[in-house]
């Protein structure tokens, strides 16, 4: 059983739009939740989390979280070709467990 | 120089062969982590410690192995290889226990052949 979902992308918006990047999990004890950017070639980089249910803003970057639904999202607005990357998403248990499982990530295309 | 590193960053082997792939950190974390990453099946766990006494599987340990000689240390082995552990592997820390932030090494790019 896959714990992580993301949508399967690839993932194609012009420059300015709205990026919607979905995830869904399978464990109700996750407590914290990761989005980590990928840039081809390079080791990914830890650019939203989010712990409680709502949203969490950040720059052009908004997490959104549904723990009834067990679905965590990202929004990147105003995108820019720079945002091409794959994105990863990570629920996380949290305390002592430690270990984070990954999606298998979208991939952002923004073109100019 | 980078926080977290390892080596070798490239590396050609073939069918059968041992091979280790090191990695080290500078950040003082004491949870330390082994990734595998294909192509469109994003980031796998391997192994996983959080300190030199922990040690633990992760989603696909088969066919590997791991040493946490040190806290900064935490290396990962291949007994014998065969070619769908061709990869691109990231070994990577992790901070506070409340920290999501994994930091991680730039890659170590493995083809068996």
């Known amino acids: 059983q896959k714990e992580v979902e993301q949508n399967s992308g690839p993932l194609s918006v012009p420059e300015g739009a709205i990026a919607s990047l979905n995830c869904t999990y399978s464990?109700?004890?996750?407590?914290?939740f990761f989005w980590y950017r990928q840039y081809s070639g390079k080791s990914p980089e830890l650019i939203m989390s989010i712990y409680s249910n709502g949203d969490k803003e950040d720059g052009r970057f908004t997490a959104q979280l549904n723990k009834a639904s067990q679905y965590v999202s990202l929004l990147i607005r105003d995108s820019q070709p720079s945002d091409s990357a794959t994105y990863l998403c990570a629920p996380d248990r949290g305390s002592t467990l430690g270990r984070l499982y990954f999606g298998r990530g979208t991939q952002l295309t923004v073109w100019p | 120089d980078a926080d977290v590193t390892q080596t070798p960053r490239n590396r050609i082997t073939k069918t059968g062969k041992r091979i280790m792939l090191e990695c080290s950190q500078t950040?003082?974390?004491?949870?330390m982590y082994w990734y595998r990453q294909d192509p469109g099946l994003g980031l796998r766990l391997i192994y996983y410690s959080f300190d030199v006494k922990d040690i633990n599987k992760g989603e696909i340990s088969d066919g590997y192995s791991v040493s946490r000689q040190a806290q900064a240390k935490f290396s990962l082995s291949l007994e014998s290889a065969i070619p769908n552990q061709t990869a691109l592997y990231f070994c990577?820390?992790?901070?506070?226990?409340?920290?999501?932030?994994?930091?991680f090494g730039e890659g170590s790019r493995l083809t068996v052949l």
């Open positions: 990577a820390t992790r901070g506070g226990y409340d920290t999501g932030e994994l930091f």
């Open positions: 950040k003082g974390h004491d949870r």
């Open positions: 464990d109700r004890g996750s407590q914290s």
